[in-house]
Every structure is written in structure tokens, then in C-alpha cells.
């Protein structure tokens, strides 16, 4: 066994999941049977070889500071799920007994 | 079935270019082809029938009034739902953007305005381009128009599906672990992963960002480079966008001849798991090759075994933290604000009823890799046999010009054999992966019918890094000798959705 239940159910948590038991219940088995498939990269000797992040070597990329006209507050907030005098209206942020 | 369906991309740009046909005529015939086949087969979750015939309006308008047009103005192309567009919904196959509408356009989006090809509509997807087999998009599987209760493939299901089908000459696709390549493959079609690097990435909704890539599909490999040239090229948008001429691919194409050339066999992408009708149509695919002049070896490329594993560690570590930005806070869906909830309770609702099980999956599993305690043995190491194997395919290049192997380990599978067992899903990209992590550039070509299932055999062709024209010359030069071989095109024998045309064809792939 490489997770446990309780190791999935606080990995939801971490990625902001909120899962039932039954769906818990069903992952669980199979992010470790997934875990032990690809712990198989520990079996390559790699000593010393540097890890590649990205297929091409790129650094510092920069284009030309133009000045374009960014999009319109209506189109933006047009696929808002709730809008409030022009702006995002969101959830409280904090909790009761901050 | 209307001729101008049936045509190829060039073969329509010719008689659009010479007024033989307008693109109105060429758009109505494909949204009445989708009409009366798309019930069937699900490859669009979105059909713009109007705002098509409104760009093909125009593409006429311009052409009657002289106007320069390129080659693929007037020709219709599907595009993949993970592409933003303004006019259209844009969903990635997931309930988290349902109904959502991008307020701007990818550039792969405005690069096809610009060049009059005609957008019909979005094509099905697994959610967020996760799976090989479209079953995990959250609006129902699309169907291989070969055998409508298998799988066309995926994540690009239904941008394959839709060429397949003649419902587009052309589609777009992204391929992050092989989501271009392995539908193709299965659905007897042309899919291409460029370089990566060499299409731009703005305006494609994210998944692993070091692997995505955008490519052609199509139904011959000349359709697929004039489609890669339209689209190609540097954009300042994207970070990672390759800043040099793009490769002649179509000419390239056009050429379509391996005389000399050094063909290497992974020795790797064979054998065990692998369907003997796909290892026999290889077989027979490489033969012809050495027939037309190919020198012909076998190279080994020995991390190769490790590029699944690093894959399933890489991708879902970036996906985890790209899909960190669905927080039902800006747009997409947003479940439970209630008014006493707070915002972290109702993201955490809204990501549960959201995402799929595939998405849960990758997301936890990306989240484990990249937890303290555990980096350096899951993704460290990861990225270490992604180095390995970038090297192998160095050294094989040393000796070769290009490698070949079996698109994929199988034929088109049923609807539902793999759909809730991931580690057998994931083998579908057994052949594909080594090239996402590398970078180069691969292409998929249809080889045949495997004898015991009837089904599709994709035949891959691995270039280097900015060697595209070498992948689309090999495979137009393959192309060319099968469809010598069948007397027609791999696709005119498929009999899923249009019986009449199985009988006189029966002899195709053998």
C-alpha cells in the first residue's frame, strides 16, 4: 500500500476537493494502484543526470512593451458568476471566529 | 453523402481558388453531412451553423472582389473545445466551464479567421484534455465512425472523429501525451504533434504546459501540413513560442520520397501488449519503406520504458497546478454560495461537482508529486528520466534520420472497457509519450486494418526537434505506397456510419 485513505482524503483537502465518502472511497484504491505504476522512474540509476522542466531551452523570453487596449470591464465581468458595481462579488473570505 | 465532403482540403482549395465551387456551397455541404451524421457519432459539442456560412459569405465576397486569399480560405475546419473562441462556447469538455464564453480568441482561433478557413463548430474532448478515449468529456462520448461502439480515441476524439466522419476535411487537436496521434490512429486518419514550441499556445486552456501542443489532423498528410502551415509560426503571446521560420512541411510533403533515407525501429515499442494485427501491419509498413529505398535499423532507446511512468508524473504536477485557476470565483461554474459559505468551502463544492473523476485524479496525484517528502522521488526523478530520454532520442538521431514504431499498442477499444481502470487507459499512449517529453516533432499515418478486428492501425514517424518536414516527408512517402497498395485512401473502407460504401471496398488495408 503506498496511500492510505486517510492520505487521499487530506490530498482532497490540499486541492481544494470537497469529496464524499463514497467517492473517496472509489479513488482511493486507485490513486495507490496509480502511485505504485509510476514509482517505477525510481528504478532508473540517475545519478547526477540534471532534470529537464521544459522541452526546449528557453530563458528570459521577452516580446515588445506595446501598449495594447485590454478587454472591457462588461465583456470580462459578463461571465462572472455574481457581479456587483462593476466587480467580482465573491465569498466571504474569512471564517466566522477570525 | 455530397462529393465536396469527400474531398480533400487541397482538392477543394483548387476548385475554391478557381471559382468551381463557392465556400458557401463547401460550408452547407459539411453542415449538412454534420446534420445527418453527428447524432450518431457526437464529435461537436457545438455546431456554428450560422456564424460558418456568415465567414463563408465573406471568404466569397472577398474572392469575387479580387481580394489575395490563402489556400485554405473557403475550407471548413472543426476545432478542438479547448481552444478559446469569442462567438462560441468554450467548455474543454468539463461542467466547470459550462456555457462559459471566452471574451478573446486563441491566436491557432484568429489565425484560421485570418486565413478564411471556415470554423463549423467545437469538437468533443476529454475533460481538459485528460484520457485517450473522449468517454471522460462531461457531455458523452463521441463514437469511431469505423464501429460506433468503440472509442475513437482521445483526448482529440472528436476533432478525429469528425474528419473521419466527412463532417470536416480538417481538425484541430492538441496533443500533450499523444491526444492527436492516438486518435488519428484509431480513426484511419493523419494527426500531427509538431515541435513543441511551434504553435502557440495563447488562448489553449491549459493542462500540462511543458507538453501541450496543438497540431492538424486530416485526411492525408499533404492536408495536414497546409493545415500546420496556416497555423504555425512565432506569437509574442506565448512565452514558449518558437521564434524561427516554420518548417516547408507542405512541400515537404509534396515531395513524399525516402530514397536513402535512415529509418531506426524503436525497439522499445514493441512486443509484449502490443496487438498482433498492429505489429503485422507495422511490420509490413516498414518493409514497403525499405521497398522504396529506406535503409532500414533497429535502435534501441532504452528509457523509453520509463517515458509512461515520468509522463504520469509530469502531466499531472503541471495539471494540478494549472487547474488550480478553476475557483469559481471570476467565471465557469459556482456551486453553494449560499451566503454562508466562504469562498474556500464554496471552491471546494464547486471543484467536487465540477470535475470529472479523471480530472480528481490527476489533480491529487499531481498534488502528491509535488508535496514536500515526496518531490524528489515522484517528480524530481521524473524530470531526471525526461532528460534520460530527450538523451536517447539524441543519440538515436545520431544514427538515424527518423524513428518509427506503432502509433499505438491496440486498435479502437469499446465504449467502457477502459473507461474507470486508468492504468490500462493510460497504455493507449504507451508509443506516443516519449515524443511529448522530448519536444520533437511526430506524426501518425494510417498503415492498414488490423485482420482480426477490421480497425485502423496507426503507423508514427518520430523527427527531431524543428524537423517537422522530415515527419510529413516520410509519411507522405508511406501514404503514398499504401494507397498504391489498397487502390484508395485507407478511410473509403470504412463502414461504421455509411454502409453502402463498405461492399465495393472490402479489399481495403490488406
Known amino acids: 500500500m503506498s496511500i492510505t485513505r486517510d492520505e487521499v482524503a487530506h490530498l482532497a483537502r490540499l486541492s481544494r476537493l470537497a469529496l464524499g465518502e463514497e467517492e473517496l472511497d472509489h479513488l482511493a484504491p486507485q490513486l495507490d494502484q496509480i502511485i505504485s505504476a509510476v514509482a517505477r522512474v525510481q528504478e532508473v540509476a540517475a545519478e547526477g543526470i540534471p532534470p529537464t522542466s521544459h522541452a526546449l531551452p528557453l530563458t528570459n523570453v521577452f516580446r515588445a512593451d506595446e ?29 466566522e471566529d477570525a | ?56 459569405r465573406q471568404v466569397d465576397e472577398r474572392r469575387a472582389a479580387g481580394a489575395e486569399l490563402g489556400p485554405l480560405a473557403g475550407v471548413p475546419v472543426a476545432l478542438k473545445d479547448n481552444f478559446t473562441t469569442t462567438d462560441m462556447p468554450t467548455t474543454a469538455g468539463s461542467r466547470i466551464l459550462n456555457r462559459w464564453q471566452p471574451p478573446y480568441d486563441a491566436t491557432i482561433t484568429s489565425r484560421l479567421r485570418r486565413a478564411g478557413a471556415i470554423i463549423l463548430g ?74 513543441y514550441g511551434g504553435n502557440s499556445r495563447y488562448g489553449l486552456i491549459a493542462f500540462a504546459s511543458s507538453l501541450d501542443t496543438p497540431g492538424p489532423l486530416a485526411r492525408t498528410v499533404l492536408d495536414a501540413a497546409l493545415l500546420q502551415e496556416t497555423i504555425s509560426g512565432h506569437d509574442p503571446m506565448d512565452a514558449t513560442s518558437i521564434d524561427e521560420a516554420v518548417p516547408p512541411v507542405a512541400a515537404a510533403a509534396r515531395q513524399a520520397d525516402v530514397a536513402g533515407l535512415r529509418i531506426g525501429v524503436v525497439a522499445e515499442l514493441a512486443g509484449e501488449g502490443y496487438q ?8 509490413q509498413a516498414v518493409e514497403l519503406l525499405e521497398a522504396l529505398g529506406a535503409k532500414v535499423t533497429e535502435v534501441s ?18 495539471c494540478s ?20 459559505r466562504s469562498a474556500e468551502e464554496v471552491m471546494s463544492l464547486t471543484r467536487a461537482e465540477g470535475f470529472g473523476a479523471e480530472v480528481k485524479r490527476r489533480i491529487m496525484l499531481g498534488t502528491y508529486a509535488l508535496s514536500s517528502g515526496y518531490y524528489d522521488a515522484y517528480y524530481g526523478k521524473a524530470q531526471q528520466v525526461r532528460t534520460l530520454i530527450a538523451r536517447d532520442f539524441e543519440a538515436a538521431f545520431g544514427q538515424v534520420d527518423v524513428l518509427v514504431s506503432p502509433t499505438t499498442p491496440t486498435t479502437a477499444f469499446p ?6 481502470d486508468p492504468i490500462a487507459m493510460y497504455l493507449a499512449d504507451l508509443c506516443t509519450i516519449p515524443s511529448n517529453l522530448a519536444g520533437n516533432a511526430a506524426i501518425s499515418v494510417p498503415c492498414g486494418l488490423a485482420p482480426e478486428d477490421g480497425l485502423p492501425v496507426g503507423f508514427q514517424v518520430m523527427a527531431p526537434v524543428l524537423a517537422d518536414d522530415r515527419a510529413y516527408r516520410v509519411a507522405a512517402a508511406a501514404e503514398a505506397a499504401f494507397t498504391e497498395r489498397w487502390g484508395h485512401p485507407l478511410l473509403a473502407g470504412a463502414r461504421g456510419l455509411d454502409q453502402a460504401t463498405a461492399d465495393d471496398t472490402r479489399g481495403a488495408g490488406r
Open chain 1, 67 to 95: 501598449i495594447v487596449p485590454c478587454l472591457p470591464a462588461d465583456v470580462v465581468l459578463s461571465q462572472s458568476p455574481a457581479v456587483e458595481q462593476q466587480r467580482f462579488k465573491v465569498p466571504r473570505i474569512l471564517a
Open chain 2, 1 to 56: 453523402m455530397s462529393e465536396l465532403t469527400t474531398m480533400t482540403a487541397a482538392e477543394l482549395s483548387v476548385k475554391l481558388q478557381s471559382g468551381e465551387v463557392s465556400a458557401t456551397e463547401v460550408t452547407r455541404a459539411h453542415l449538412d453531412r454534420i446534420a445527418a451524421v453527428d447524432g450518431r457519432v457526437h464529435a461537436f459539442l457545438h455546431v456554428a451553423a450560422d456564424g460558418a456560412l456568415a465567414a463563408a
Open chain 2, 122 to 195: 467545437k469538437t468533443n474532448m476529454d475533460e481538459f484534455a485528460m484520457g485517450s478515449s473522449t468517454e471522460n468529456s462531461a457531455f458523452g462520448p463521441t463514437r469511431n465512425p469505423w464501429d460506433l461502439s468503440r472509442v475513437p480515441g482521445g483526448s482529440s476524439g472528436g476533432s478525429a472523429a469528425s474528419v473521419a466522419a466527412y463532417e470536416a476535411p480538417l481538425a484541430i487537436g492538441t496533443d500533450t501525451g499523444g491526444s492527436i496521434r492516438q486518435p488519428a490512429a484509431v480513426c484511419g486518419i493523419t494527426g500531427m504533434k509538431p515541435t
Open chain 2, 276 to 283: 498482433p494485427g498492429v505489429l503485422s501491419r507495422f511490420s
Open chain 2, 301 to 318: 532507446c532504452p528509457h523509453f520504458r520509463y517515458a509512461l511512468p515520468a509522463y504520469y508524473l509530469i502531466a499531472p504536477s503541471e
Open chain 2, 321 to 340: 497546478s494549472n487547474l488550480a485557476r478553476f475557483d469559481a470565483m471570476r467565471y465557469g461554474l459556482r456551486v453553494g454560495d449560499d451566503g454562508t
Open chain 2, 415 to 420: 465504449i467502457g472497457e477502459r473507461a474507470d
